[in-house]
């Protein structure tokens, strides 16, 4: 299935536990613009690092522009995905086509026998890239419309 995820960037300046439960957590972050946005994260939320989410630290959320929330102020939104930025390492989050360019055609990716390329519970995919959800880690990319890059990590959504 075919999902369109909205992203927020910002930087993490609340975290706390959400609904009485220590598996469930609510992040507030904050963009450049001082624009503030919680996130609640579930058990079904995909982290990735985790275990680096400190106050300070700069976290870009992902959540399913289909979904509904809340009309309150500060916007509440469920994370999908959250990753918690790692120096050097680029993430892009989307459906990729047939011909390997994401739905916003910013990125192709050209995956090499090098590419680790899982599920999101950690499994190995050999199946087809195209027409996927994907979460894309990558390090350089070219300058080119779109940017070219070999990723060195694909992790396939399940649906």
Do not use: H
Request: hydrophobic letters at 35%; a negative charge.
């Amino acid at each position: 299935m075919r999902k369109k995820y909205g992203m927020f960037r910002g930087i993490l300046i609340q975290q706390s536990e959400w609904d009485n439960s220590p598996c469930s957590r609510l992040f507030t972050l904050q963009d450049q613009d001082e624009t503030v946005t919680e996130f609640v994260i579930t058990p079904e939320t995909y982290v990735i690092g985790g275990n680096q989410s400190r106050n300070g630290r700069t976290v870009t959320a992902y959540y399913d522009m289909d979904a509904p929330a809340p009309a309150i102020y500060p916007p509440r939104l469920n994370a999908e995905i959250i990753v918690v930025e790692q120096r050097g390492i680029q993430v892009k989050v989307d459906w990729f086509g047939r011909d390997m360019v994401s739905s916003d055609r910013t990125l192709r990716i050209n995956p090499s026998a090098e590419t680790v390329i899982m599920t999101q519970n950690g499994l190995p995919y050999e199946g087809s890239l195209a027409r996927k959800n994907l979460i894309v880690f990558y390090t350089v990319s070219t300058r080119s419309i779109p940017a070219q890059t070999t990723p060195q990590e694909i992790i396939v959504l399940c649906d």
